[in-house]
């Protein structure tokens, strides 16, 4: 309602669940602003990040097509399974939640 304080208000927590998007631009961030000299903690961290999207089933084509220009091959292999010109295929429960 329109009762309580200002202070009220202000203090109370908002909670932000990422979503495809969240993680994509997240994934062209570490592209475009971890300094090139430390490709392994860059690696690592895209890693991280994509294999969390996928747990939480928000990969979508956005997610996809910056993981694959992000990572490097062998990250991609790695986790993909395969090289992505040979076509991958993609578990369902990694896209579950986009919408």
């Keep these: 309602g329109a009762g309580g304080t200002i202070e009220d208000k202000y203090n109370k927590k908002i909670v932000v669940e990422p979503n495809h998007i969240t993680y994509g631009m997240f994934l062209k961030g570490c592209a ?43 990250l991609c292999r790695q986790i993909l399974g395969g090289d992505v010109r040979d076509g991958i295929k993609i578990p369902a429960e990694w896209t579950r939640n986009v919408r």
Excluded at 38 to 43: E, P, V
Excluded at 50 to 57: A, D, M, Q, T, V
């Design 32 to 74: 475009n602003l971890l300094p090139p000299t430390d490709k392994q903690k860059q690696q690592a961290i895209v890693e991280k990040i994509f294999r969390k999207c996928c747990r939480e089933g928000y990969m979508s084509e956005f997610v996809f097509t910056t993981f694959v220009d992000t990572a490097s091959p062998e």
